[in-house]
C-alpha cells in the first residue's frame, strides 16, 4: 500500500493488510445493514468525519478491495 504524501510513509504487512481489509469490509457491512448491528448514525458519524453513510460505506468497501488486490 502506497500513501501519496512524501512526507508519510506506511508499510502494512500482507496479514495486516488482510486483517485491515476484513475490518473495513465489516464496517462498511455495519454501515449498510438494516438490522439490530446497523451502527447507529452517531457513529457512523464520528467513523466518517463528515461523511454521509452510503459515502463512508463506498469509501470503506472500496479500500478493503484495493486491499485485497494488493495482496
Given at each position: 500500500m502506497s500513501v501519496i504524501d512524501p512526507?508519510?510513509?506506511?508499510?502494512l504487512s500482507a496479514a495486516g493488510a488482510r486483517r485491515l481489509?476484513?475490518?473495513?469490509?465489516?464496517?462498511?457491512h455495519l454501515?449498510?445493514?438494516?438490522?439490530?448491528?446497523r451502527l447507529t448514525d452517531e457513529q457512523a458519524g464520528v467513523l466518517g468525519q463528515g461523511a454521509d453513510r452510503p459515502e463512508l460505506a463506498g469509501w470503506a468497501r472500496g479500500l478493503a478491495a484495493e486491499l485485497r488486490a494488493q495482496l
Open positions: 512526507a508519510v510513509s506506511v508499510r481489509a476484513g475490518m473495513l469490509a465489516e464496517a462498511a454501515l449498510e445493514d438494516a438490522g439490530p448491528q
